[in-house]
Every structure is written in structure tokens, then in C-alpha cells.
């Protein structure tokens, strides 16, 4: 439960820093290719950033009050006023079920899903130079079935759009969106394994310096491992053929 948390806030971290450096590279870089490139990327990221990191932050302090026990849930100790003050997060801004429709509805669609799939091949990429590679080679086999997967579920929805099914085509947007995260995450947290691994053939870094490069891969290595495979079930809302939401009666 304690690693949980902690790659949950270290991917949700990695993801925003990732924004902020990209948002500055829109702004100041040298050509205007460039900038909109970047641009773009801001554009396609902002929702997993809003919706992906508050519920899953929130949810990660939901574990840290079940690892307190029943003190978790009294004043003795902070997590429960963390608990709270985190909810609104969710709702500031847009919904998280409206950044959600925005991400399926919007920012896929941009540049003729141009910019989604450019994103993508930051991960597809990485598997690719990296698939040999004995520290990585089971959890790059883990991130491309993933991958393979959203384009799948990406590919549904599309089919269901031109097919003239609106409702059923966005009503999934949000475990989408999720999913989405989750393979994002997972992908920049290998990126900072791979660079911890570097940095551990410097023989005369510190002690201090070890255990955190060594944490680093075993954090990566358990999202991927083990919170990544929540996608498949996201994904298996999206590529569902039940209607039953839309055929209910709620008058």
C-alpha cells in the first residue's frame, strides 16, 4: 500500500513537471514548429494532468488512511484533513468527468488525431530502443500490450462516432481517459528508470545517491507491474458493446 502511494505521487509529479517544462518550451523555443509542437502536447496532456492526478492522489490518501488504521480516520493525525482538502481538487476547473469528455471529444481529435498518436510514439519509441535491454525488457512487453490496447479502444470509439453513436462513443470517456494515464505514467516512470540505471554505473556516486537511483527503478518497475494493469479493465468499459446505461429508465 506505502509503494502504491508512492508511485502514484511520483508518476502524478513526473507528469505535471513534464507539463510545465513543455509549456515553457511553447513559449520560448527557437521556431514556431516548435512552439506549437509543444503547444499541442499541453493541449493533449492538460486533462490526464487535472483528472488523472487528483482522483488518483486522492485515492492514494484513501490508502494512506487504511495504512494509519482506525487513527488514520481521527485529528491525532494529518491524512485526514489531507482527505478532504484533496476532494475539491477533483472538481476545481471542470469536473474530472468533463476534462474526461474534453480529452475524447477535443484533444484526440486534434490535427486528425495527429498529435494523440505523436504522443504515443514517445512510448512506442522508448519500447523500441529499449526492448533488449535485461532491466527493462519485461515491463517494455507489459507497456506495448497496453498501448496496443488503447489504440484499440481509441479505434471503437472512433467507429462508434462515424457510425453516428455519439453517446455511446464518449459514455466511456472517463475509464479511457484513466487508462490513458495510467499508460502515460507508467511510460515517463520507465524513462526515469532508464536514466536512474545510467546514472548507477557512476561508481563514485554516493551511498544516498544508490538508494535512491536503485528505488527509482523499483518504483517504476511496480507501477508498471502492478497499477498499469488496471488499464486493461478501463479499457474493457471502452470496448464494450453493453448499452445498458443508455437503455436505462431513470424517470
Same mark, same amino acid.
Given at each position: 500500500m506505502l509503494l502504491r502511494q508512492r508511485a502514484i505521487v511520483e508518476g502524478g509529479r513526473t507528469l505535471c513537471y513534464l507539463c510545465a517544462f513543455t509549456y515553457d518550451l511553447s513559449l520560448h523555443s527557437a521556431n514556431e514548429e516548435e512552439r506549437k509542437k509543444h503547444l499541442n502536447t499541453i493541449e493533449l496532456l492538460t486533462p490526464i494532468v487535472?483528472?488523472?492526478?487528483?482522483?488518483?492522489?486522492?485515492?492514494?490518501?484513501?490508502?494512506?488512511?487504511? @495504512?494509519? #488504521?482506525?487513527?488514520?480516520?481521527?485529528?491525532?493525525?494529518?491524512?485526514?484533513?489531507?482527505?478532504?482538502?484533496?476532494?475539491?481538487? &477533483?472538481?476545481?476547473?471542470? @469536473?474530472? #468527468?468533463?476534462?474526461?469528455?474534453?480529452?475524447?471529444?477535443?484533444?484526440?481529435?486534434?490535427?486528425?488525431?495527429?498529435?494523440?498518436? &505523436?504522443?504515443?510514439?514517445r512510448h512506442t519509441d522508448f519500447i523500441e530502443n529499449n526492448r533488449e535491454n535485461a532491466l527493462l525488457t519485461s515491463e517494455c512487453k507489459i507497456l506495448e500490450k497496453h498501448i496496443g490496447l488503447l489504440v484499440e479502444a481509441a479505434l471503437k470509439m472512433a467507429e462508434l462516432g462515424k457510425a453516428g453513436e455519439k453517446k455511446a462513443a464518449i459514455v466511456n470517456a472517463y475509464p479511457f481517459l484513466m487508462a490513458f494515464g495510467h499508460i502515460t505514467i507508467s511510460g515517463l516512470l520507465l524513462e526515469q528508470a532508464l536514466i536512474a540505471s545510467q546514472k548507477l554505473e557512476n561508481s563514485s556516486i554516493s551511498a544516498a545517491d544508490k538508494k535512491f537511483y536503485n528505488n527509482k527503478i523499483k518504483t517504476a518497475k511496480f507501477f508498471t507491474h502492478h497499477i498499469l494493469p488496471e488499464a486493461r479493465a478501463y479499457l474493457s468499459n471502452v470496448t464494450s458493446d453493453d448499452r445498458s446505461c443508455l437503455e436505462f429508465d431513470f424517470s
Open positions: 487535472k483528472a488523472w492526478c487528483t482522483d488518483m492522489g486522492f485515492n492514494s490518501i484513501v490508502s494512506s488512511i487504511q @495504512t494509519y #488504521g482506525g487513527y488514520g480516520y481521527t485529528k491525532d493525525y494529518p491524512v485526514e484533513q489531507y482527505l478532504r482538502d484533496a476532494k475539491i481538487a &477533483s472538481i476545481y476547473e471542470g @469536473t474530472n #468527468g468533463i476534462q474526461a469528455l474534453d480529452f475524447v471529444g477535443r484533444k484526440m481529435r486534434m490535427e486528425e488525431g495527429q498529435v494523440f498518436m &505523436s504522443w504515443l510514439e
